[in-house]
């Protein structure tokens, strides 16, 4: 019976009009009427289970909207990064979707259900550097804390934009529709680190159209209809672990590369397991 409804649920979401009900949510997500902004922080906070505790300011006037309540900067100490010179951090609040070793070239989404890293990384020829490497992949829900910050230290060289469709990211989408992350909305974000490249790929998902880059403020939400690749080497653009990346204005998915030989992953993480910002992912081999 599960598994009908799964399938139920998921085949709905080809039929739904993604972007469409996805810029309905923006506009009410961004809503600054104060009854309404304070109806959804409280209704959808309760619902959602988010702990409203850890926020840095607790007072509703302090968000004009519910994005800003939904992306809320925390209190300090409430997330504790790893200090370890070796560490590899959790990038962001959520539930490790799956997480281990490409092969050649194809990601793990789900029990049996592969993607390949060209398409995630839709042609980027740097992709070929992550065969056989690293990959984390980590669901975030409604309760979680939305912004995503480094793994490692690393320079930005470049970034892409992809758009595609809005498929939901929830476990049950996951298992049931075929390459996912690669047929989703994203942004991919390669960083040169001590490690090698690094990429940071955040996925978007239907009700969640926008994401914005510490560098790049909002950038799913211009709609070009085409990738937009975009160069920042001779910038300077450098992020210190731990520093904040970006942020989803609503819940998602990222997807952390690394190349092949140069972590060891944490023993005993897995899929399924509870994950917060900053603490270990992996550690980096000498």
């Given at each position: ?156 060289e470049h970034m892409i934009y992809v758009p595609g469709r809005l498929f939901s990211v929830a476990p049950y989408t996951v ?109 980096l081999r000498e």
């Open positions: 019976m599960k598994a009908f409804f799964e399938k139920l649920l998921a085949g709905a979401q080809y039929i739904l009009p993604q972007h469409t009900l996805s810029r309905m949510v923006y506009a009410l997500m961004r809503c600054e009427a104060v009854v309404v902004k304070n109806f959804l922080i409280r209704a959808i906070s309760r619902l959602a289970g988010i702990d409203r505790s850890e926020a840095l300011s607790g007072r509703l006037e302090d968000y004009p909207s519910f994005n800003a309540w939904f992306t809320r900067e925390l209190k300090p100490g409430v997330r504790v990064f790893e200090a370890a010179p070796d560490a590899v951090q959790c990038p962001c609040d959520g539930t490790v979707s799956e997480i281990g070793q490409l092969q050649q070239g194809r990601i793990l989404q789900a029990k049996n259900r592969y993607y390949t890293l060209g398409e995630l990384m839709a042609g980027d020829p740097v992709g070929k550097q992550f065969e056989d490497g690293f990959f984390a992949t980590i669901y975030l829900s409604p309760k979680d804390y939305h912004r995503v910050h480094m793994p490692l230290a690393g320079t930005l298992r049931r529709v075929p390459g996912l992350f690669a047929r989703n909305e994203r942004v991919i974000c390669v960083f040169e680190t001590g490690a090698g490249p690094m990429a940071v790929i955040l996925v978007g998902a239907m009700l969640v159209s926008s994401v914005s880059t510490a560098w790049a403020g909002e950038v799913t939400g211009r709609r070009t209809g085409k990738i937009v690749a975009t160069d920042y080497t001779g910038q300077a653009i450098h992020l210190d672990r731990g520093a904040e990346l970006g942020r989803f204005n609503m819940g998602s998915t990222v997807i952390v590369l690394l190349p092949p030989g140069s972590v060891e992953p944490l023993p005993g993480l897995a899929g399924g397991d509870t994950v917060r910002v900053g603490q270990l992912l992996a550690r």
